[in-house]
């Protein structure tokens, strides 16, 4: 990769590691697995950066690359336990903050309803979100709004309401 390319790739990694961070933590929770899936998602995005072709922002690349990064980790521990291993699975203190609420009902979704919920609170467009899918926008926006009244109503649940 020449200097000019490499120069770029990092800057635009700087500008949007936290998308990389987020996608990790929605889906993984063991530390150890987290710092190697950052290690594979910069290692898969150096490699793929170069035919990057740039028909879509690269923050939309960088988080559909993550997602199938992240993907692919969670189906290989699923062939080595004996039990899947997903959100639902792991024992978690019951958060007391509105935004700890949240993130801790988005976690409990699964794998599909959590990326859409977490991609459409980013502010992504849904025409962004179906193209990350690969599915058709107007499925796209009836999932949204299903996925948004489960939210609202484990929420409300939860605060008793």
């Not at 990092?10 to 290690?39: F, P, S, W």
């Not at 995005?45 to 992240?70: C, D, G, I, M, Q």
């Not at 979704?109 to 959590?114: E, M, Q, S």
């Amino acid at each position: 990769m020449s200097d000019t390319l490499q120069n770029a790739f990092m800057k635009e990694i700087q500008e949007n590691e936290a998308i990389i961070h987020k996608v990790i933590g929605l889906y993984v929770d063991v530390e150890e697995d987290k710092r190697d899936l950052y290690q594979e998602v910069l290692l898969q995005a150096w490699k793929s950066y170069p035919n990057f072709k740039r028909a879509s922002k690269f923050s939309t690349w960088l988080y559909k690359l993550s997602l199938n990064t992240v993907f692919s980790f969670t189906k290989k521990v699923r062939k080595n336990t004996t039990q899947e291993i997903t959100a639902k699975n792991i024992p978690m203190v019951m958060p007391t903050k509105d935004y700890e609420i949240l993130y801790w009902i988005i976690k409990k979704l699964n794998k599909v309803d959590r990326m859409i919920m977490s991609l459409h609170l980013d502010g992504y467009k849904n025409t962004e979100i179906a193209e990350i899918l690969g599915i058709d926008s107007n499925h796209l926006n009836v999932k949204i709004h299903r996925i948004k009244g489960n939210v609202i109503s484990s929420f409300k649940k939860i605060h008793n309401e």
